[in-house]
């Protein structure tokens, strides 16, 4: 007969990764998190988080591929793609033909992006307003009466570029989506359904009231505001043409509860997993297999486009390190040394929310704190448009994080047949090679103010800086 305190239940047992942490090691995960948020308030748009992440990774060590012209273990390099998206690696001991150790992120983010011409004016109401296009999936109605800031780039006439930065310090303006007051909106609004109570043309920031003094201008208003661009910028109403200009919460990040467990912020998904995964690769010495950390654009409209996971930029990355490693670049080898990778498709999961426990099958939803959350497939109504991770993956996996000590759980994306959605994992599973999605759960995600527990995110860096040398 066992002793007593040998039986132990066959059941899974659940502990909160917050008291998985001895105290040294909670310490360690508050002072990440505070780094984590200062990372957050620079890093608003994927342009930004490009330049943060190789301005970290050259203080690293790492060099840009094209001035590199051979690579061996241990070497560093990173390699931009148009601004937008970027790759870094650590050559491992191993040739980059057996196989590569991939954790993959995303840094593009649900925003309103300006219109091509965007700038028009209501005489009505003595407004000056930018038009806009949302970008990926948001719930229209909470980016209305709230402040947003203004990021991006523009193009003049003559190819000079300009940079906007607008709403983020404390005595910069800031510009808002009027919603309608609760007196009036009885009918307008009222008889809406609720992911219609903004619509999308009705996302327009208000940008100015004051008319020039002029009497031949007929939009007075709209005249001063270009006015006041050309001025301060240098920029006219056509420079709008080759803009890439993006409206975000115009807020910092703040700690969130009493206990401060939680980060509350815009830009979670997926700046969460791009962080973590960026800072354990700084971690990587010489790792047995090349590990690599790729940080994608347009996942959240789909993946398409050239800095998206669709794109050619990981086969022509592949190629490069190939060569430079003095292997054969065909895209052959590219071919085998890509099917003999594995990934983590590094994204953010969506945590139980207590007001709105029903969308979740409680038993297989990720919850704050419990740490990362690993997800066999995601996809909607009959496991469609997903990858799966194979069991025989998840088993070398599962018993990575458990002999690490790293808290992790396995997680869905909601009740069957609720909804469902995607990540870049079955693109990267096209290549052959083995993927699950794991990353940080998330409460309100994409909403401009999504919050995660510091737990997670410290147990998401773990868990990469593991992978990567696994
Ligand atoms: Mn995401
Ligand atoms: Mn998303």
């Not at 007196?183 to 307008?188: E, F, I, V």
């Not at 939803?365 to 909607?380: C, M, Q, R």
Request: glycine share 8%; net charge neutral; charged share 30%.
């Amino acid at each position: 007969m066992a002793k007593k305190k040998d039986k132990k239940s066959l059941g899974i047992e659940k502990k909160s990764g917050w008291l998985l942490m001895k105290k040294r090691e909670r310490k360690r995960a508050l002072r990440f998190a505070d780094e984590y948020r200062a990372f957050l308030e620079k890093c608003k748009t994927e342009r930004e988080t490009v330049e943060f992440i190789v301005s970290e990774a050259e203080k690293n060590g790492f060099k840009p591929l094209d001035e590199v012209k051979s690579l061996s273990a241990g070497d560093r390099i990173y390699m931009v793609e148009r601004n937008k998206a970027v790759v870094l690696a650590v050559i491992g001991r191993r040739p980059v033909s057996e196989g590569m150790r991939f954790v993959v992120s995303h840094i593009d983010t649900p925003r309103l992006d300006l219109k091509l011409n965007p700038l028009t004016e209501d005489p009505d109401a003595s407004l000056a307003l930018l038009k806009t296009h949302y970008y990926g999936g948001i719930k229209k109605y909470q980016w209305a009466s709230t402040p947003l800031a203004l990021h991006g780039v523009v193009y003049t006439r003559d190819g000079r570029r300009v940079d906007v930065r607008i709403g983020e310090r404390s005595d910069d303006p800031v510009f808002m989506v009027p919603d309608l007051l609760p007196h009036l909106a009885r009918k307008a609004q009222g008889d809406r359904k609720i992911f219609e109570g903004i619509k999308g043309e009705e996302l327009q920031l208000v940008v100015g009231n004051i008319p020039v003094e002029d009497e031949d201008v007929k939009a007075k208003v709209k005249e001063q505001v270009l006015r006041y661009l050309n001025e301060k910028y240098g920029i006219t109403e056509e420079d709008f043409h080759s803009a890439d200009l993006e409206a975000v919460p115009a807020y910092p990040p703040r700690d969130v509860g009493l206990d401060r467990s939680m980060i509350g912020a815009y830009g979670h998904d997926d700046r969460v997993c791009a962080y973590t995964s960026l800072r354990s690769l700084m971690d990587v010495e010489v790792p047995e297999y090349t590990a690599v950390a790729v940080f994608f654009d347009r996942e959240e409209i789909g993946s398409d486009g050239n800095t998206g996971a669709k794109g050619s930029l990981l086969e022509y990355a592949v190629l490069n390190l190939l060569e430079k490693t003095g292997e054969d670049g065909t895209y052959a080898n590219v071919l085998r040394a890509l099917r003999r990778s594995r990934a983590l498709s590094a994204d953010v999961s969506a945590a139980v929310n207590p007001l709105f426990k029903g969308v979740h099958d409680l038993q297989n939803a990720p919850v704050l704190g419990y740490g990362i959350s690993i997800l066999k497939y995601t996809g909607a109504g009959g496991k469609y448009s997903s990858n799966e991770a194979h069991a025989e993956f998840l088993s070398e996996i599962r018993r990575l994080f458990s002999e690490r000590g790293i808290a992790y759980q396995m997680a869905m994306l909601g009740k069957v047949d609720e909804g469902g959605g995607g990540t870049i994992a079955k693109f990267l599973a096209e290549y052959g090679m083995d993927v699950v999605d794991a990353g940080v759960p998330v409460l309100s995600m994409h909403s401009p103010f999504e919050v995660v527990s510091k737990a997670d995110v410290w147990y998401a860096y773990r868990a990469f800086r593991e992978f990567f040398v696994s």
